[in-house]
């Protein structure tokens, strides 16, 4: 394949945006050489600049669920676009996007929309924080939050791929707000509660992570959290940012049977335009301004393209649940054929998988949390991107990212994918 175009117009951006890029992990920095420019996409599909075809398996990071430019959100960003763009006053799609996501997601009685993800999780700290009246917080090595400063400690995928797991400009101040524990390790965080007792306003975790590759947390692991945070006072918050209306109607929450105190969405809730939210029950929700003294606002927030989008997809979603059943379906079709393939080669790896989300690290330790996914070999995955790329497989350029199944993908774009992987090694 020839890159040619997309080269010139990464050295383009160069001059004007840092490092060419608006998120890091595009710029291919952890798996060598130039990024590729897309052009338009449809389906499966991607079509780059330089007339190349790639089935993808990022899906834009999660959102595109039902695959590019599907149909009915599409349309509904069209009609929406031609009455207007912003109001910065109330429009009723805002309520019928809630209603509709509070009907979906158990456990949760208010929701709230921002317009990323990362804007999500902070609030809802900020919330934790005001209604518990404690300052701390406990996250896990290996999961993302978004960028906001309080995440930025071991925040797994872009920041671990950048070698900057305490990004500069995070103050000591607001480091030390943060406790760290592993992944699967009830113990280390009890040790953290037990030094820091009363002082633990919420432990944010991602339910089933994505952001060191798949990972699945225990069922003694994610109850003890649930039991711990009940008996100390502590709110748990379930980031769904990538696993809300991605591994269910109801996410991760109904997925594995626990409730959690505050959710954070972000991705498919969007549909591919910018939205995030976080929700909760009305015991905590009525903490948020205008009803309650912890404030949080956006400009931009409920943007009505934004939740045409947002509505379009979820409904399509929740219409036809079957479609988490085709894409868990697909996914374990994938991992079959890429376990045939590998188990011949000479190479160890393991597949993590749960539900659409599936990542493959080149180790031979089970992987269960950042330590044990930080052991792949990187390069044997630079080897592997590259390859897969040469033979016309998108994957995501990082070996700390799940790839994100759409339901476009066809069973023989998947058989593409699995004698791809076979040429490669
Ligand atoms: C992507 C992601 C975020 C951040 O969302 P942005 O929209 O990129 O700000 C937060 N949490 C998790 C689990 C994510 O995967």
Redesign the pocket.
């Known amino acids: 394949m020839i890159y040619k175009r997309s080269s010139a117009l990464f050295n383009d951006a160069k001059k004007y945006i840092p490092g060419g890029v608006n998120?890091p992990v595009r710029a291919f920095k952890a798996v060598g050489g130039d990024p590729i420019f897309v052009k338009e996409a449809k389906g499966a599909y991607l079509y780059d600049e330089d007339g190349n075809t790639l089935i993808d398996y990022i899906a834009s990071?999660?959102p595109l669920i039902l695959g590019h430019a599907y149909e009915p959100v599409i349309n509904a960003i069209v009609a929406k676009a031609k009455k207007g763009t912003s109001f910065g006053m109330p429009t009723e799609i805002e309520t019928d996007l809630a209603k509709l996501a509070v009907s979906m997601v158990p456990n949760i009685d208010k929701i709230r929309f921002v317009n990323?993800?990362?804007?999500?999780?902070m609030s809802a700290v900020r919330l934790a924080r005001g209604y518990t009246g404690k300052d701390k917080i406990i996250k896990f090595a290996g999961?993302?939050?978004?960028?906001s400063d309080s995440f930025l400690i071991q925040a797994g995928s872009g920041a671990v791929t950048f070698g900057s797991p305490n990004s500069p400009g995070v103050t000591q101040g607001t480091a030390k707000d943060t406790l760290l524990a592993n992944y699967n390790d009830l113990a280390s965080v009890k040790a953290l509660t037990g030094a820091n007792a009363g002082e633990i306003a919420a432990i944010i975790i991602?339910p089933i992570a994505?952001?060191m590759g798949c990972i699945i947390p225990t069922s003694e692991f994610i109850t003890g959290l649930r039991e711990l945070c009940t008996k100390e006072g502590i709110l748990l918050i379930f980031?769904?940012?990538?696993?809300g209306f991605r591994l269910g109607t109801g996410g991760a929450q109904e997925a594995l049977g626990i409730d959690a105190d505050i959710v954070?969405f972000?991705?498919v809730i969007g549909g591919g335009l910018?939205v995030?939210a976080f929700a909760a029950r009305n015991e905590i929700m009525s903490y948020l301004a205008p009803d309650g003294p912890v404030y949080q606002a956006g400009t931009l927030s409920g943007n009505p393209l934004a939740m045409s989008a947002g509505l379009a997809m979820l409904t399509q979603l929740n219409n036809n649940p079957e479609v988490f059943k085709s894409l868990a379906e697909k996914t374990e079709y994938l991992h079959n054929g890429f376990n045939t393939v590998l188990k011949t080669k000479d190479i160890p790896y393991q597949i993590n998988r749960y539900g659409s989300m599936i990542s493959v690290h080149f180790t031979d330790t089970p992987v269960v949390d950042f330590a044990t996914s930080a052991k792949g070999n990187n390069d044997t995955f630079k080897k592997y991107f590259h390859g897969m790329l040469e033979q016309g497989i998108y994957l995501p350029p990082s070996a700390f990212e799940s790839y994100f199944l759409n339901d476009a993908l066809s069973y023989e774009d998947l058989d593409k994918t699995i004698e791809a992987i076979d040429k490669v090694f």
Request: charged share 20%; net charge negative; glycine share 22%.
């Open positions: 998120s990071w999660g990323s993800g990362t804007e999500a999780c999961c993302y939050h978004g960028h991602e994505g952001n980031d769904e940012v990538m696993t954070t972000g991705k910018p995030g």
